[in-house]
Nanobody, 120 residues
Framework: QVQLVESGGGSVQAGGSLRLSCAAS????????IAWFRQAPGKEREFVAA????????YYTDSVKGRFTISRDNAKNTVYLQMNSLKPEDTAVYYC?????????????WGQGTQVTVSS
């Protein structure tokens, strides 16, 4: 089992920044690729960004490219999502997820989510 706990959410104005953290415990963290997803009210959950086990490969959805950066510190069992130039449409609950593969069809473990609210 891998337990994931997100933190760092909050309320910011458009143009502001937040850094989300996904802290993992349980099995060896470096064996897992990690992704961030988000779900806005009334919308389906969508993929945001992913990072492979070693941290050398990343992937982003088009809407966040150039604004968000995913990174990881395996020594701290933590993945980060640095979000800059935030827009109201970034408002959502953000979840991190873990899987053995990079960008698999399904993820094995999920966190509980952290709320991000961006006001105009």
């Amino acid at each position: 089992q891998v337990q994931l706990v997100e933190s760092g959410g909050g309320s910011v104005q458009a143009g502001g920044s937040l850094r989300l953290s996904c802290a993992a415990s349980g099995r060896t963290f470096s064996n897992y690729a990690i992704a961030w997803f988000r779900q806005a009210p009334g919308k389906e959950r969508e993929f945001v960004a992913a990072i492979n086990r070693g941290g050398l490969s990343t992937y982003y959805t088009d809407s966040v490219k150039g604004r968000f950066t995913i990174s990881r510190d395996n020594a701290k069992n933590t993945v980060y999502l640095q979000m800059n130039s935030l827009k109201p449409e970034d408002t959502a609950v953000y979840y991190c997820a873990a899987a053995r593969e990079f960008r698999p069809r399904q993820y094995d473990y999920w966190g509980q989510g952290t709320q991000v609210t961006v006001s105009s």
